[in-house]
């Protein structure tokens, strides 16, 4: 009898401590994690790479060599195009007698992780966005990935997402922009990711559909404590009048505004009367120095011809090595960007200056950005011009914290 009864002990002690497991396991955020997508792949083999690079054209990708086999080719003779390539930790390179003596790819890779403008400073004082929560909508997410793992506090997806895998760029990239936890602006703030596909439409997005998952924001937002709730959203797309789901979007965006979220989107002229744009940099330059930045190859004409506006704010955007979905711990060099990567750039900044000044609205955050923004001197052919304002981080959170 003894014997049963240490049986009984132990099954009962047994039983406890899974019930007290259960409950604790329960309320774990990583149990809102809806689930765990595969990596991507991107492999391919090849037989060449463009012999020039067009810095007139608007296409993105001219120098691709992600998750490339390049070991049959010799690029000894293409520093110029390899100084314009995107490429990740999968790039297989040929041997060194086949690259250009002056290109050193994982230096690259390295120095592009830097957010820039002096946020890693920020980084050093406290200043990480702790305790502020950042959402985004985008498409499917590499919910595992180290830059962001610990702090990805809600995963949902809507109905199609699950029969997917993280074949997006996106999703790795913006979640490690905004809150990275080595490449990203705020790398402490709380992140809480919408994936969708079928919003986006294959013809045509329906903003009807994004509409709703912002409300469902607004509703996890309502369940969160006071002081760790959701300041900023981060959506990579814009919307005009005559879209699908327009009006429905418009209304959303007015109801999280009320609800103390500021909507970053590429549409912020018309959301909120402000302007943004993104900037270029070459990879070997100092991301902190503002004097490292100029405009984008593809907004550069423009800007030279004089059709951009003095007062947009511009935040990095080119040149940045950020979290690959080809792995949980795989990094890839995007040498060109688009508004996409500035977006959550903004809403990690925001972040930041929700840390330390907790009733900042966009409107006092936009206005002060503005006044504390450097503007630089650039030549171009010749003559120079006056460029910015660049986003001065630290003279911004200095700003708000007096």
Same mark, same amino acid.
């Given at each position: 009898m003894p014997g049963k009864s240490r049986v009984l002990v132990l099954i009962l002690a047994v039983l406890v401590l899974a019930v007290v497991y259960g409950v604790f396991r329960a309320r774990s955020p990583r149990e809102k994690i809806a689930r765990h997508p595969n990596p991507a792949n991107y492999t391919v083999t090849l037989n060449s790479?463009?012999?020039?690079?067009?810095? +007139?054209?608007?296409?993105?990708? #001219?120098v691709d060599l992600r998750s490339a086999d390049l070991t049959g080719l010799d %690029?000894?003779?293409s520093g110029d195009v390899l100084s314009h390539a995107s490429f990740d930790d999968k790039t297989i390179w040929p041997e060194a007698a086949k690259m250009?003596?002056?290109? =050193?790819?994982? +230096?690259?890779?390295?120095?592009?992780?830097?957010?820039?403008?002096?946020?890693? /400073? %920020?980084h050093a004082q406290g200043i990480t966005g702790k305790g502020i929560g950042v959402a985004i909508i985008d498409q499917t997410l590499l919910v595992d990935h180290q830059e962001y793992v610990n702090q990805l506090k809600l995963y949902e997806e809507t109905w199609e997402v699950p029969?997917?895998?993280a074949m997006s760029i996106h999703g790795a990239a913006v979640a490690s922009i905004a809150v990275g936890k080595t490449v990203g602006v705020a790398p402490e703030a709380d992140l809480y990711y919408f994936a969708t596909e079928s919003c986006y439409g294959r013809d045509q997005t329906d903003f009807t559909c994004l509409a709703k998952i912002v409300r469902r924001i607004l509703e996890v937002n #309502?369940? %969160?404590? #006071? =002081? +760790?709730?959701?300041?900023?959203?981060?959506?990579s797309i814009g919307w005009m009048p005559? =879209? #699908?789901?327009?009006?429905?979007?418009t209304s959303a965006v007015e109801e999280a505004r009320a609800d103390g979220i500021f909507v970053v989107n590429t549409v912020l002229e018309d959301t909120y009367g402000f302007e943004l744009f993104g900037l270029g940099r070459e990879p070997l330059s100092d991301a902190d120095a503002p004097f490292s930045?100029?405009?984008?190859?593809?907004?550069? =004409?423009?800007?030279y011809n004089g059709a951009v506006p003095s007062r947009m704010l511009l935040v990095p955007m080119d040149s940045r090595t950020i979290a690959s979905p080809t792995g949980f711990s795989d990094y890839v060099f995007y040498r060109q960007g688009g508004i996409s990567w500035s977006i959550p750039y903004v809403a990690g900044t925001y972040a930041l200056a929700a840390q330390v000044k907790p009733d900042i609205t966009p409107e006092e955050f936009w206005a002060t950005a503005l006044e504390t923004g450097r503007t630089i001197q650039i030549m171009h052919d010749g003559k120079s011009y006056s460029f910015g304002m660049i986003l001065d981080p630290q003279a911004?959170?200095?700003?708000? /914290?007096?």
């Amino acid at each position: 009898m003894p014997g049963k009864s240490r049986v009984l002990v132990l099954i009962l002690a047994v039983l406890v401590l899974a019930v007290v497991y259960g409950v604790f396991r329960a309320r774990s955020p990583r149990e809102k994690i809806a689930r765990h997508p595969n990596p991507a792949n991107y492999t391919v083999t090849l037989n060449s790479i463009p012999a020039n690079y067009d810095p +007139h054209s608007s296409d993105l990708w #001219q120098v691709d060599l992600r998750s490339a086999d390049l070991t049959g080719l010799d %690029l000894s003779d293409s520093g110029d195009v390899l100084s314009h390539a995107s490429f990740d930790d999968k790039t297989i390179w040929p041997e060194a007698a086949k690259m250009p003596s002056d290109f =050193d790819w994982r +230096h690259i890779l390295e120095m592009g992780k830097n957010p820039g403008l002096g946020v890693r /400073q %920020l980084h050093a004082q406290g200043i990480t966005g702790k305790g502020i929560g950042v959402a985004i909508i985008d498409q499917t997410l590499l919910v595992d990935h180290q830059e962001y793992v610990n702090q990805l506090k809600l995963y949902e997806e809507t109905w199609e997402v699950p029969w997917l895998d993280a074949m997006s760029i996106h999703g790795a990239a913006v979640a490690s922009i905004a809150v990275g936890k080595t490449v990203g602006v705020a790398p402490e703030a709380d992140l809480y990711y919408f994936a969708t596909e079928s919003c986006y439409g294959r013809d045509q997005t329906d903003f009807t559909c994004l509409a709703k998952i912002v409300r469902r924001i607004l509703e996890v937002n #309502q369940t %969160l404590p #006071q =002081d +760790h709730r959701i300041r900023a959203l981060s959506m990579s797309i814009g919307w005009m009048p005559g =879209d #699908q789901g327009y009006a429905e979007i418009t209304s959303a965006v007015e109801e999280a505004r009320a609800d103390g979220i500021f909507v970053v989107n590429t549409v912020l002229e018309d959301t909120y009367g402000f302007e943004l744009f993104g900037l270029g940099r070459e990879p070997l330059s100092d991301a902190d120095a503002p004097f490292s930045y100029m405009p984008a190859d593809w907004w550069a =004409d423009n800007f030279y011809n004089g059709a951009v506006p003095s007062r947009m704010l511009l935040v990095p955007m080119d040149s940045r090595t950020i979290a690959s979905p080809t792995g949980f711990s795989d990094y890839v060099f995007y040498r060109q960007g688009g508004i996409s990567w500035s977006i959550p750039y903004v809403a990690g900044t925001y972040a930041l200056a929700a840390q330390v000044k907790p009733d900042i609205t966009p409107e006092e955050f936009w206005a002060t950005a503005l006044e504390t923004g450097r503007t630089i001197q650039i030549m171009h052919d010749g003559k120079s011009y006056s460029f910015g304002m660049i986003l001065d981080p630290q003279a911004l959170i200095a700003a708000l /914290q007096k």
